[in-house]
């Protein structure tokens, strides 16, 4: 349980006092051929509040497809003059108003009569950003910050993951897949990679708290150019439902704000909060289907023969490329191979509920969420068959039979408190009860390079080279 006093920001709206003078002569007159301009009316009006029925100066009226328009008078009158003779859209706008638009009519030499009673509506303006120094406008902040709303990006495509919110939506943060390991985190990179040796992960920032996102290489070693397996990071165990918005903080000078661990950038999370009135729930549910990510070639290794003759190393590029002509037939290889093959298709299923709610003195949200993933690497046919053998016929685990898989049950509270006009208590809780196993990818490496002809032991002289494992020579 995290117990955070932050002082509450009041944001007074400037009120801008009404012009004592506006013009009410058209915009312009560009881009009216001469029938249009012989062929015109004049367009007038007033433009009132709906709530109140006062006046609206300022207000901007334009003719839709032309740079026709006028702004209203302190009455809030306007008149357009030399509109073309026809069917018309005029649309009017102003800040703090919902837009509205009216079709209407225009005579030749004709007057026409267009009155606008428009609602006022509250604007989302993204010029605050929370820092480690407080909120303060993005004109005085000497980084560069973008924000992401995340209701927005669960409409606009399909999401199962953090990292899935990230990629592709803000310049300078690359995210790089995890092999298609279910439960593993990808790496997350922001202004590309500053050390070849030392971590590159952004610092994660969590309703105000540091986790810890590592993404470390499996036992078969790594860097940060080429790992064997992942481990899961912070982010991975975080359900995208419960999360309102982003901060990428890409900035160098980060690090004065966040520290030293700033240094490759910062990503602050911000959860979900109740809203004041009755509860509103949200149900959601989904599910699929995982298969393996590419389509494998029977053999990418073999001897052949180039254009002169001599005895090559024909590899498929070089095939493709006519540079060299395999001369030793490669017809079997386990990995397409439906018995033998590790490669299978995983599934994932995901539920959840929330529910958000309160007055404006105590505002609440509680979330829960269950979720299971099984990934595309199964244990094959044949050495199901063998082992259950060894073992008398017993049945194999699921856990031996998919190596690859994610359990997740997560719970979320989250409570604001308004304590007087200048504090503000929030509190955050997250339980989560999460398994997971990842195993290392080398075999996509050694299916992909194995040399046909040659023993496991033989040719390369290690067990991540084998050949008769992946493919043999016919």
Sequence with gaps: MRFALLPAVLLPLA??????????????????????????????????????????????????????????DNNGRYVITQVPAGAQT???????????????????????????????SASQLSEV???????????????????????????????????????GRVSGLMTFANAGMTGSAPRIRIRGFNSLSQPNNPLIIIDGARVDNTTGAGSGGGTNIQSYGWTAGSMTSMNPEEIESFEIVKGPAAATLYGTDAANGVIVIRTKRGTAGAPKW??????????HP????????????????QAVQCVNLARVAGQCTVDSVSIWSPIRDAVSSPLGTGNRRQVGAQVSGGAQQLRYFVGGDWERERG???????????????????????????????????????????LGPKADLNISNSLQFQRSQIPTNTLFTDAAWGIGYKDAYDGWGSQRRPGETFSTRA
């Design 376 to 418: 595309y690497l199964e244990l094959p046919a044949a050495e199901i068959k063998r082992i259950s053998t060894e073992r008398g016929g017993a049945e194999l685990p699921d856990e031996q039979i998919h190596p690859n898989y994610l359990n997740r049950t997560a719970l979320r509270a989250n409570a604001s408190a308004m």
């Design 129 to 167: 950003v929370v820092t480690a120094t407080g909120d303060q406008r993005k004109v005085e902040i000497g980084n560069a910050v973008a924000t992401l709303r995340a209701d927005s990006l669960m409409i606009s495509a399909p999401i199962t993951s953090v990292g899935d919110m990230l990629q």
């Design 282 to 291: 949200n149900f959601y549910g989904e599910g699929g289907i995982i298969p």
């Design 15 to 72: 009120l801008a006092s009404p012009p004592t003078l506006l013009a009410t002569e058209p915009v312009s007159r560009v881009g009216l051929t001469t029938d249009e301009v012989r062929f015109a009316g004049t367009v007038r009006g007033r433009v009132t509040d709906q709530s109140s029925g006062q006046p609206v100066p300022g207000a901007q009226v334009i003719v839709a497809g032309t740079r026709l328009g006028a702004a209203a």
């Design 90 to 120: 005029l649309s009017v706008r102003l800040l703090g108003y919902a837009p509205k638009s009216a079709t209407v009519t225009v005579t030749d030499n004709g007057e026409v009569t267009a009155d606008f009673t428009i609602e006022r």
């Design 294 to 309: 590419t389509n494998w070639n029977d053999t990418y290794y073999a001897f052949g023969k180039n254009a002169q003759g």
